[in-house]
C-alpha cells in the first residue's frame, strides 16, 4: 500500500515539474510582450517584467504563423516588446561558470531588410551582437535566435575575453536604439552551461516545397533520347540538303542531253 502511494505522488510530481529536455540548468526565462509560457524543451518562461513600465507589449504578430518551431512555442515569437529607446533586462547571476544566452527574435511587420536594425550589448560594455536585421537574416514570419557564451569568474563578466564588472549579481542586457526603427525582442531566456546544452532551431530552407514543385511543373524535363533524336534528324537534313545541292547540276546536264540526242537520231 506504501509502495502505490509512493508512486502516485511521484507520478503527480513528473505532470507537475515540466522536465526539460536537453537544456541546461535555467536561470531566467521571459516572454517579452507575453504572459508566462512552457515551451516544447520544458523551459518555462515568466511573464514580461516589464510590463506597463518600460517600452511597448504587442502581439502584432499573431496575424502570422511563425516557421522553424512548432506551432505550441509561435507565441513565443509573435509577442514582443520594443521601445522608441534604448531598454534591457537585468539577468540575476550568482555563481561562477560558464553561461549561454538566448535571444529570441522574429519579424513580424517590414516585408524589406535594412528597416529594423540594433545592436546588443551586455553589461553596458560588450556588443554581442552588431547591427541585428532579423528580415535580412531569416525573412518575415520566421524565428531567429542569437545565442551568447559568457563566463563569469569571481565577481567579473568575460566575453570574449573583454571583462567587466558584475554589479549586485546582475548583469544587463540591452537593445540599443539607434538611426533604423525601434530595438526589440520577443523572448530570452539563460542557461548555466555550453552552447552545446541549448536546443537549436531547424536550418533554414533554401527553397520552399510550393515552390520547387511549382518549378518543376513549368519546366518538365525533356527526355535524353528526344534531345538526341532531334540532334541526328538535324544532321541527316543537312546531309540530305547537300546531296540535292550536288546532283542538281547533273540533271540540269542530262535535261538538255536528251533533245539533243533525240534530233540525232531523227538525222
Do not use: W
Not at 90 to 107: A, H, R, S, T, W
Not at 191 to 198: L, S
Request: proline content about 6%; aromatic content about 10%; glycine content about 6%.
Amino acid at each position: 500500500m506504501r509502495i502505490k502511494y509512493v508512486l502516485i505522488v511521484y507520478i503527480s510530481i513528473l505532470y507537475i515539474i515540466p522536465i526539460v529536455h536537453g537544456v541546461g540548468q535555467i536561470i531566467y526565462a521571459i516572454n517579452a510582450g507575453g504572459e508566462a509560457h512552457v515551451d516544447s524543451h520544458g523551459v518555462k518562461y515568466e511573464r514580461d517584467p516589464l510590463h506597463g513600465h518600460v517600452g511597448v507589449a504587442s502581439d502584432y504578430g499573431k496575424r502570422l504563423l511563425i516557421g522553424r518551431v512548432p506551432p505550441h512555442d509561435h507565441i513565443l515569437y509573435q509577442t514582443e516588446r520594443y521601445h522608441t529607446a534604448t531598454f534591457g533586462y537585468d539577468l540575476p547571476i550568482n555563481e561562477d561558470g560558464d553561461y549561454v544566452l538566448v535571444l529570441k527574435f522574429c519579424e513580424v511587420y517590414f516585408n524589406a531588410p535594412d528597416q529594423k536594425v540594433f545592436d546588443i550589448v551586455l553589461n553596458g560594455e560588450h556588443t554581442v551582437v552588431a547591427d541585428l536585421d532579423i528580415f535580412a537574416k531569416v525573412n518575415k514570419g520566421i524565428a531567429h535566435d542569437e545565442y551568447v557564451p559568457f563566463k563569469v569568474s569571481k565577481g567579473r563578466l568575460i566575453v570574449n575575453r573583454e571583462e567587466s564588472d558584475i554589479i549586485r549579481g546582475k548583469i544587463r542586457v540591452e537593445f540599443i536604439k539607434g538611426y533604423k526603427d525601434n530595438p526589440k525582442i520577443n523572448a530570452l531566456y539563460m542557461i548555466k552551461g555550453n552552447v552545446e546544452d541549448v536546443p537549436k532551431l531547424p536550418p533554414l530552407n533554401e527553397e520552399p516545397l510550393e515552390s520547387f514543385e511549382s518549378k518543376v511543373e513549368k519546366e518538365p524535363e525533356i527526355a535524353p533520347k528526344a534531345r538526341i533524336r532531334t540532334t541526328a534528324q538535324k544532321i541527316l537534313d543537312l546531309y540530305e540538303e547537300e546531296e540535292s545541292s550536288i546532283m542538281l547540276p547533273v540533271f540540269i546536264v542530262i535535261g538538255a542531253f536528251i533533245p539533243v540526242l533525240f534530233c540525232l537520231c531523227k538525222l
